[in-house]
Structure formats: structure tokens, C-alpha cells
T-cell receptor
């Protein structure tokens, strides 16, 4: 099916471990985004990418690494997970980045770090 | 970034119209008004957006006040599947390149059968 898919949907890991969250979209959208959603903070932008091999920081990038070797994939890596990174992570994409373009979100990855 | 104000919660009966208000008194001339909704355990879903004129699509209508300081999302016939948190978001020039969407607390809509 066309759309944006995230995997895994649920993940439990331990402090200090490396974990990678996957995001795949089939629309050939140029822009892709990673957000995290926490109670009391709403959604906050972690990283975004305007095209393959172009990435940039959002509001809360510390502790995260991204890459984008192909247009359709935008993985998010927590190199050494901490409890404060327990959250729901959403990937999104849009055709362009300008303000009239809607973003389309995946169903999220629920990450728990023990 | 210009902020929006929405009621925390609203209730509606199934098959009746719902009007979800949003105030944005500090909106600038280049801000687009976007609406998203988030169903339980799902990611946010784009609903509609507009700049100055009223807009309609298959999901909803967006009515924008003449002075643009407020807007209303209209669901013409609410269904149980419309129960969600609805977010009114302004997208300004400064957020264009980052793609940042600033989500507030939104309005939690309950739909009663």
C-alpha cells in the first residue's frame, strides 16, 4: 500500500543500547521529518531532511542521528538510549517544505527505555 | 511564532454538525492556517488548510474570519470516527524551511451516539 510506514510499532530497550527507528514512504516526497510526542510537550521536531543526503536539526536533536541515503527512507538512530528518550516517535513527509504543504504522518513507534 | 487558542474539549452528537473554533489574534499576513487531527493511537492526520478564503474538501470545511484572527473547522456530519484531538496550527515563513509544525494542546472532540 502507498503511504508512510514506521517500524517497529513498539520497542522496549535498555539504557545505553543503540536503537534505530525506520521510516519508509512511497510518495517520493522530498521532505521527511521526525517528531517525538510527550505528555505536556505536544509534538516536537527532532530532525528533518529536504532531500536525499540533506538533513538538518530541529528543536530537540541531541542524542539522535539521522541519515537519508535514499529518498524513501529516513531512519532515526538513538546511539546510546536514555530514559528521557522514552516517547512516541512519528515520522512525516511532505512534497515540499513550504508553509502551504501538508505533512503526512506515520502511525508512530512507541519506544520505552528501561 | 504566532499562537493559537482552542477550547480544551467539545462534545457533539453523531450525525450533527460540529464547529471547532480557533483564535489566532497575532496571525501575520503570510501565515497559513492548518488543521490536523489525531485519532487515538495514531499519528496526526492532515485535515485542511487555508490562507484567506474559506476552503472545502471531502473531510471538512474551513471558515476564516475576514480579519483572519479566528477560524472554524466545520465537520458537516460528525461520526464516531471523528472523535479525536483537533489541532489548529499556523505555518509561517520562519517554519517553512524547517517544516516545523507547532502543535498546541488542541481540542478533544467527543462524539456521542
Amino acid at each position: 500500500d502507498a503511504g508512510i510506514t514506521q517500524s517497529p510499532r513498539y520497542k522496549i530497550t535498555e539504557t545505553g543500547r543503540q536503537v534505530t527507528l525506520m521510516c519508509h514512504q512511497t510518495w517520493s516526497h522530498s521532505y521527511m521529518f521526525w517528531y517525538r510526542q510527550d505528555l505536556g510537550h505536544g509534538l516536537r521536531l527532532i530532525y528533518y531532511s529536504a532531500a536525499a543526503d540533506i538533513t538538518d536539526k530541529g528543536e530537540v536533536p541531541d542524542g539522535y542521528v539521522v541519515s537519508r541515503s535514499k529518498t524513501e527512507n529516513f531512519p532515526l538512530t538513538l546511539e546510546s538510549a536514555t530514559r528521557s528518550q522514552t516517547s512516541v516517535y512519528f515520522c512525516a513527509s511532505s512534497f515540499l517544505g513550504e508553509r502551504a504543504q501538508p505533512q503526512h504522518f506515520g502511525d508512530g513507534t512507541r519506544l520505552s527505555i528501561l | 511564532d504566532a499562537k493559537t487558542t482552542q477550547p480544551n474539549s467539545m462534545e457533539s452528537n453523531e450525525e450533527e454538525p460540529v464547529h471547532l473554533p480557533c483564535n489566532h489574534s497575532t496571525i501575520s499576513g503570510t501565515d497559513y492556517i492548518h488543521w490536523y487531527r489525531q485519532l487515538p493511537s495514531q499519528g496526526p492526520e492532515y485535515v485542511i488548510h487555508g490562507l484567506t478564503s474559506n476552503v472545502n474538501n471531502r473531510m471538512a470545511s474551513l471558515a476564516i474570519a475576514e480579519d483572519r484572527k479566528s477560524s472554524t473547522l466545520i465537520l458537516h456530519r460528525a461520526t464516531l470516527r471523528d472523535a479525536a484531538v483537533y489541532y489548529c496550527i499556523l505555518r509561517d515563513v520562519s517554519s517553512s524551511n524547517t517544516g516545523k509544525l507547532i502543535f498546541g494542546q488542541g481540542t478533544t472532540l467527543q462524539v456521542k451516539p
